[in-house]
């Protein structure tokens, strides 16, 4: 029977029937007693191998998410005993991305435990209110899940955890804005308002449990250095939750240099690579004109280098322009004007400018942005011409798609 058991196909092949036996409507403890008694240990990785198995046959991405804390549940003594011993390496160091997730799930426990439970227990609205908007900031901690962590992942072929727990992210994001707003709208804390809390908190505790017992074990099986590097030196962009980061990580080898490990090495004379990707000339020419706005481009000698031909142009232009200095692109009435903007940009005295006009149905905004390189050298002026009216518009919310 060992044999059987330690099989890892026949026990991946009995976690699809527990889920499945959960999604049909059994019990966690009907469920717990066979999952004990024929698994010894789960690893992260099979996990994530029966999630993508279930939703590769055909169960939707959604059914996957609302069974997640159900899994979790019953996986959840099996996984730490397999995990608890998973602090090894530089996966431990300060600045590391896996030591950052978790120092900052220590602030957000810390926050949770020594401030907003004790506030709800004491009716204290006020601390209450303040420590929920504290946790809000915890948007900078799943952002940085899910768009530096899940796209390494994916890249290696672990695609459905980073589905499925990006939608409990959102979940959890909702039930803390919608807790924001039932306390502020409830002076008196009413029993029904604290479960609302109280509920929220639970989300994001398993959460918690579910990035250091699933997510980042597996992760830390599945990354490369390089690949870790990059998310550190990334994470700047996006920021932190309840911590301030300002330790220093490299890998432990000799060359800590790295490259963009999602371009390739080499590109034809048909591409461009940029420093976030690369694209052909066409598809780059085509994005540019394909842009709700008109861009022109006028180099650091004020020639006119550039401009995107969108269909529906705010200010005619034709390809006589190319080549031509930008005074002589104006009237005489405004060159002074065009001048003085070039000017202060080349002297370092402005970086934006704007004008806004009303024509006829269309309310024209025009921008001028003064182009630089990373030392801060002057290389040109980019006008940004576009119809906000639409925009002006707008209200309410929209968050379906249209009716065709």
Known sequence: MSEIINNREYRQKVLKELILELHAGKTIDEVKGRFEKLIEG???????QMEQALIAEGMPVEEVQRLCDVHAA??????EDIHKEITVQSFEKPGHPVHTFKQENRAIEDLINNKIKPALK??????????????LTIENHYSRKENLLFPYLEKNGITAPPKVMWGVDDEIRAEIKNAIEVVESDAELKNETKEIVSDA?????????KEENILLPMAIETLSEDE?????RESDQIGYTLINQDAKWEPVREDVGI??????????????????GVVSIKEMELMLNHLPFD???????DTVKYFSHGKERIFERTKAVIGRKVANCHPPGSVHIVEKIVADFKAGKKDVEEFWI???????????????????EYLGTMEVSQNIQPLRELTGEKRLLSEI
């Open 42 to 48: 789960v690893s992260a990785s099979e996990i994530s």
């Open 74 to 79: 019953v996986f959840k003594g099996s996984i």
């Open 122 to 135: 004491q009716q204290d609205r006020s601390n209450v209110l303040e420590g929920l908007r504290e946790l």
């Open 201 to 209: 908190l639970v989300r994001v505790d398993e959460m918690i449990f």
């Open 228 to 232: 870790w590097y990059a998310i550190y």
């Open 259 to 276: 490259k963009a490990v999602s371009l390739p090495e080499s590109i034809s004379k048909e591409q461009i690579r940029f420093e976030t």
């Open 295 to 301: 861009i022109t481009f006028v180099d650091k000698d």
């Open 358 to 376: 009303q024509q006829k149905d269309r309310f024209i905004h025009i921008r001028y942005f003064a182009v630089r390189d990373e030392n801060g």
